[in-house]
């Protein structure tokens, strides 16, 4: 057990370096990039070329060693023209991009080992602290939106198995299937309409995670904020995120009750509730917790962009959207190094779940 443990550990620095450098490979093809997005912007602005770099767009954080892309000192881009090359010359390498790609993506992955996530280019802040301020709201709605799914999906899936047929388990299932057929950021506006002021009530806030006077408040009054602000968020996703989950574990359960050992074990004399979850549930809930990191990690980063931007919650889903529309690639790189080092941390607690319901599972054997 504590041999897989390591060996698991252990392959998470090269499962991360795969995928840093595959997505490094692809970004060098990509079309565009910062210093084109720059250009762009200066021309819009009508900034002279011989005009003094500098400002809000924090152009001089380019230096960061997590620069990648396509770009180069040879004045092709097509928003260039009319500007001086040697200018554009000073631009790539503020930003980097006049050393080689090999060299760029050398100096990142050993800044990554320090976890030096580098310095976004138009935010003029570190990756890493950027991460840490938007994280809060990214762990708050995956962490409370993945549990309230599961405290309502499995006992769901649960009583489906046992009705199954029953009038209770169709009028469910088409609870379920509206459920899934709507996107949650559908229910995240019908819920802004209904009970955020959008037309009819003005039950919730709309904006932040935590009021502007969050810090004058006592800890239980802090509590109760903290929620009140994340009810209609969590529940736009957790509608959205239950129904999957619930007919899952309703079909897991139901293989599970037809097997001949459920059949032994009522012939012993066990009744419903010792059969159901002295023997079924420990079995028909591997399947279950198999898709718990999934489903964390879709909550956390990718699931909750929409919402985010519903509620004005600036969280990581957020900040990676707006990284790639801007291409700024240390915080593109800086959240997939994130998002990719909490995943696989995840698939390990996910294994070792599945040794805690089901002693018999043992990873040693997976040693040869």
Known sequence: MYAYILRRLALIP???????????????????????????????????????????????????????????????????????PAFI???????????????????????????????????????????????????????????????????LGIAKAVRDGSRFDVLSSAAIIIGYAIPAFLFAILLVIVF??????????????????????????????????????????VIGGFASLTMLTKNSFLDEINKQYVMTARAKGLNERQVLYGHVFRNAMLLVIAGFPATLVGMLFTGSLLIEVIFSLDGLGLLGFEAVIKRDYPVMFGTLYVFSLIGLLLNLVSDLTYRWVDPRIDFSAREG
């Open 14 to 84: 090269l499962t991360l370096f795969g995928i840093i450098a595959i997505n490094f490979a692809i970004v060098q093809i990509a079309p565009g990039g910062p210093v084109e997005q720059l250009l762009a912007q200066l021309k819009d602005t009508a900034v002279s070329a011989t005009s003094r770099v500098g400002g809000g767009e924090g152009v001089e954080a380019g230096r960061s060693s997590a620069g990648s892309g396509n770009a180069s000192g040879n004045g092709a881009y097509r928003g260039a023209q009319g500007l001086d």
């Open 196 to 237: 955020a002021g959008g037309r009819y009530l003005d039950w919730f806030p709309l904006r932040g995670l935590v009021s502007d006077n969050w810090a004058d408040l006592s800890w239980p009054a802090r509590i109760v904020d903290y929620f009140w602000h994340l009810t209609l968020p969590v529940t736009a996703m």
């Open 89 to 155: 010359a000073e631009l790539n390498r503020q930003f980097g991009f006049d050393q080689p790609a090999y060299v760029r993506f050398g100096r990142m992955i050993r800044d990554y080992l320090s976890f030096d996530l580098g310095k976004s280019y138009f935010r003029d802040r570190a990756v890493l602290d950027l991460v840490l301020d938007k994280l809060p709201v990214s762990i708050s709605l995956g962490v409370w939106s993945t549990l309230l799914i599961y405290l309502i999906s499995i006992p």
